[in-house]
């Protein structure tokens, strides 16, 4: 396991500079989102869990996985859809750190899946796309989070490329959080040691948190084996695996009152699969692009299809994956950013697409606005 800090790193951070984008991103913060969300949030861990197929959370399957059983109980959907052109792990994980399709006018334009190698350290996700691509961390950090990238798979260093302390952008409005977006970066190869350290870091915890999970072992048994559901395969027990580590995290929020009801979770896939067979290229079946999309807001939130409140998006057929430019878009990994964003209190952020403009209601409308 290997831990970094950006902290030491932000000592190093350009001196703040004042100029027309700072003057205007003031501007934007003064802008609150809409409450759509409760407002006793303090800290948010967004899950990936890596090839999570939908089909896994449901019953009977669900019986053997209380912990993802206890995240369904808040506003979700099982009919989510990845990047509606691309089912590989980071363009998508991308997409959930920066609210951004692939493609398109507001595209991050990162189409690579291989790990970017140590000889060209200084490719980052702005060098790619000629243009810096704020994520969720720099919003986060810049107004005193402390964020933290965990992840079962090295070629996520590319976020540690990107938003560290050489190529994440200056923090322009003071107080100088520091250049470095990310606070904490970790590596581990097994889904418990990256959930226990997690669980710890939230244990440990003395500011508001935004924390960024990646657990990879269903992928690595779909690649390995494939993606079958039946019981006792082994992409079952790599989701079994998975809903061990979501009950540390659970547990370290269970056991302390500064994180019991003021932590929400949001848990959502890069791909499902596996088609063709032992992976999840194939663009042409739907089967690869059906994500689940859970929002957990703590105990005695009941159980709502987040699809039902968030009437404007577009609730597809089985077979449909969405169009990247239709107007009404399916719930989609990269809503992943923004609503860690609205559940922290803080603006969406800028030049992204997914629940930019309307951010996703995690209650019903009151009755007089909906008529
Ligand atoms: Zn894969």
């Known amino acids: 396991m290997q831990i970094r800090s950006g902290y030491a790193a932000a000592m190093f951070a350009a001196l703040p500079v004042v100029t027309l984008a700072a003057a205007l991103a003031l501007l ?21 869990v890596d090839g999570l197929r939908p089909e896994m959370i449901l019953p009977p399957r669900l019986a053997g996985l209380p912990n993802f059983a206890r995240l369904l ?16 792990t980071m363009p998508n994980h991308v997409s959930m750190v920066t609210g951004r399709p692939m493609f398109g006018p507001y ?20 060098t790619n796309k000629g243009a810096y691509i704020t994520s969720m961390f720099d919003v986060a950090h810049d107004a005193g989070i402390s964020t933290s990238i965990a992840f079962n798979k090295t070629k996520f260093w590319l976020f540690e490329q990107s938003y560290g302390w050489v190529a994440g952008a200056p ?10 977006k990310i606070d904490v970066v970790l590596f581990a190869e097994h889904t418990n040691d990256i959930s226990g350290a997690i669980a710890d870091r939230l244990r440990r915890q003395t500011k508001r948190s935004l924390d960024f999970v990646h657990l990879g072992a269903p992928d690595i048994a779909g690649h ?41 979770i949001i848990l959502t896939s890069d791909h499902g699969g596996g088609m063709p067979r032992k ?7 739907p089967i690869n692009f059906h994500i689940p999309f859970l929002v957990w807001l703590g105990d ?10 968030n009437p404007d998006r577009a609730r597809l057929g089985r077979d449909e994956i969405g169009e990247r430019d239709a107007q009404s878009q399916p719930i989609r990994n990269g809503d992943a950013a ?23 209601r995690l209650a019903p409308l009151p009755a007089t606005a909906r008529n």
């Open 73 to 88: 109980q808040g506003p979700h959907t099982l009919d989510a859809r990845t990047d509606a052109q691309i089912t590989v």
């Open 300 to 309: 005695g939130v009941a159980p709502s299809d987040l699809l039902d409140l």
């Open 279 to 285: 992976t999840h290229t194939d663009l042409s079946c």
């Open 28 to 48: 934007s913060r003064a802008h609150t989102p809409p409450l759509t969300a409760p407002s006793t949030i303090e800290h948010v861990v967004v899950i990936s």
């Open 107 to 126: 595209g991050h334009n990162w189409t690579y899946n291989d790990i970017v190698s140590a000889a060209n350290a200084e490719i980052t996700l702005h």
């Open 224 to 264: 390995s084996y494939d993606w079958n559901i039946e019981a006792g395969s082994r992409y079952c027990a790599s989701v079994t695996e998975v809903d061990h580590g979501l009950g540390l995290i659970l547990e370290a929020i269970d056991g302390d009152a500064e994180l019991r009801g003021h932590t929400a």
């Open 338 to 360: 923004n609503l860690a964003l609205e559940l922290l209190g803080l603006p969406p952020i800028p030049g992204s697409f997914y629940g930019f403009k309307s951010p996703l």
């Open 171 to 180: 923090d322009t409005t003071p107080p100088d959080n520091g250049q470095a």
